[in-house]
C-alpha cells in the first residue's frame, strides 16, 4: 500500500512555510524523503530512523511518529530552489531492501 | 565523476521490439534498484539486487529481466515493448546490506517512449 502525501500540490512565495505529510496504513521502520526537479533524478534529503526522531537539513527538517505511522518534512523560509517534488520513501523493517515511496507532493516556490 | 549513471538517457521504439538499458554505480554500493516513474510521477519498485543476487522482484511481467554482472552493474532488458512500458526508468543504488536504514542514490532516469 502506497503511502499518501498531503497536500498533492503547494504554492508558496519566497520566505513562506510549508509541512508535507506522509501517512502509511502499515507499521514502518524508517522514512526517507526526497526531492525530484522536473526532469531530473531524486536527490535523498535526509532519513528518520527512530520514532520522535526530528532531523534538520538548513531550514528543511522532518519528524517521525511510528505511533500514528507518519513523516511530516518541515520547510521553512522557502526558495527558489525548494521548488520540486517531495517524496517520501518507506522501509517497513530495518532489513529490507524494498522501499515503497509515497504519492508526491508538487511544491512550487515563486519569487 | 558521476555517482550511478544509466544509458540511454532517452529512448523511442516501437511496440514489439526489444531494448536495454544499462546501469553502473562508482560508489562501492552493495545494493541496486529498478524503479519506474509512470506519467502522474509515482514511483514503484521494480527490482532490487544485493551482491548481484536477487532480492526483490516485485510482481514484474517476465518480459522484464534484470541482469547483474557485477555488483556495480544492473541492466535491464525488455522483451515485447507494449504501449504501457511508456515510463521513466530509475536505476538507483544504496550502501551496506541493509535496506531500510539506507539512502538511495538515483541514477538521471531513461525516458522510454514506445509509439
Known amino acids: 500500500q502506497q503511502p499518501v502525501q498531503s497536500p498533492q500540490a503547494v504554492i508558496l512565495r519566497e520566505g513562506e512555510d510549508a509541512v508535507i505529510n506522509c501517512s502509511s496504513s502499515?507499521?514502518?521502520?524508517?522514512v526517507h524523503w526526497y526531492r525530484q526537479k522536473h526532469g531530473e533524478a531524486p536527490v535523498f534529503l535526509m532519513i528518520?530512523?527512530?520514532?520522535?526522531e526530528q532531523k534538520g537539513h538548513d531550514k528543511i527538517s522532518a519528524s517521525f511518529n511510528e505511533k500514528k505511522q507518519q513523516s511530516s518534512l518541515y520547510l521553512t523560509a522557502s526558495q527558489l530552489s525548494y521548488s520540486g517534488t517531495y517524496f517520501c520513501g518507506t522501509a517497513r523493517t530495518s532489513g529490507t531492501y524494498k522501499y515503497i515511496f509515497g504519492t508526491g507532493t508538487r511544491l512550487k516556490v515563486l519569487a | 565523476d558521476t555517482a550511478v549513471s544509466q544509458t540511454p538517457k532517452y529512448l523511442v521504439t516501437q511496440m514489439g521490439n526489444d531494448k536495454s538499458i544499462k546501469c553502473e554505480q562508482n560508489?562501492?554500493?552493495?545494493?541496486m534498484y529498478w524503479y519506474k516513474q509512470d506519467s502522474k510521477k509515482f514511483l514503484k519498485i521494480m527490482f532490487s539486487?544485493?551482491?548481484?543476487?536477487?532480492?526483490i522482484n516485485e510482481t514484474v511481467p517476465n518480459r522484464f529481466s534484470p541482469k547483474s554482472p557485477d555488483k556495480a552493474h544492473l541492466n535491464l532488458h525488455i522483451n515485447s515493448l507494449e504501449l504501457g512500458d511508456s515510463a521513466v526508468y530509475f536505476c538507483a543504488s544504496s550502501p551496506g546490506m541493509r535496506g531500510g536504514n539506507q539512502p538511495q542514490h538515483f541514477g538521471d532516469g531513461t525516458r522510454l517512449s514506445i509509439l
Open positions: 502499515k507499521a514502518l521502520y524508517s
Open positions: 560508489l562501492g554500493h552493495d545494493t
Open positions: 539486487y544485493n551482491n548481484k543476487e536477487l532480492i
Open positions: 528518520l530512523l527512530k520514532g520522535g
